[in-house]
């Protein structure tokens, strides 16, 4: 057989085999570990709120998922490729360094935004001796991840809870001055969305939930 036995192609084939199970696994990664889950949700139940069903369309709500997502993590992966990216591709630090540095600002970006009841209930479900004071060297990552996860999930809620409230008050308005007017026979949906569209436009809708939403992560 044909082998190698230098140690130099050995490492260089393990590298990347490595890479490309990392990047096999990169669209999990940017979901799971990243802002992008929170804001899938908001602007999803906005366009449920505008009742607009497929506008925007699924691809164009992602696509500003995905860009909004950069944009939140941009300091996050700065950090990553100064500190571990750059230096393991200069043969400074070996693979494990650059991995743990790699995740240092990931945790801390999770960790931030994770509460501290979902963290122990994973801690507790992980038989992982209850911590006092929480720190984020004392949770591993099999913990806050998940815990990450269920966090943005309830807060993508709440905000998409409070976009609908105004919306709901246009459809009872519409609704009620259609049963009023004996109108009854007329869907209140058809009259309220143009109504729901145009109060949308004119707070500057987009602007607000954009802002909103970024700035639920300073």
């Known amino acids: 057989m044909n082998g190698t036995t230098d140690p130099g192609n050995l490492s260089s084939t393990v590298e990347i085999i490595l890479l490309f199970t990392v990047l096999s696994l990169l669209p999990t990664i940017i979901i799971m570990m990243t802002s992008f889950t929170r804001i899938i949700i908001v602007l999803s139940f906005l366009r449920n709120a505008l009742a607009t069903q497929q506008n925007p369309p699924t691809q164009v709500l992602i696509g500003l998922a995905l860009f909004l997502t950069f944009f939140i993590m941009a300091p996050v992966g700065t950090e990553i490729y100064d500190n571990a990216l750059n230096p393991y591709f200069n043969q400074q ?14 945790r801390n970006f999770m960790f931030r935004q994770t509460r501290k009841k979902d963290i122990l209930l994973f801690t507790e479900i992980a038989k992982i001796e209850k911590i006092d004071d929480l720190k984020l060297e004392d949770v591993p990552n099999r913990v806050l991840i998940p815990a990450f996860l269920i966090s943005e999930l309830k807060t993508g809620f709440q905000m998409g809870f409070v976009l609908f409230i105004p919306f709901i008050i246009v459809d ?14 007329l869907p209140p949906v058809m009259i309220s969305l143009p109504f729901k569209v145009l ?5 500057d809708g987009w602007n607000l939930v954009v802002k909103s939403i970024v700035l639920g992560f300073k």
């Open 199 to 203: 109060l949308f436009i004119l707070v």
């Open 172 to 185: 009872m308005v519409v609704a009620s001055t259609l049963m009023s007017m004996g109108m009854m026979m």
């Open 93 to 106: 630090i070996s693979q494990e360094e650059a991995f743990e540095k790699g995740m240092k600002p990931v």
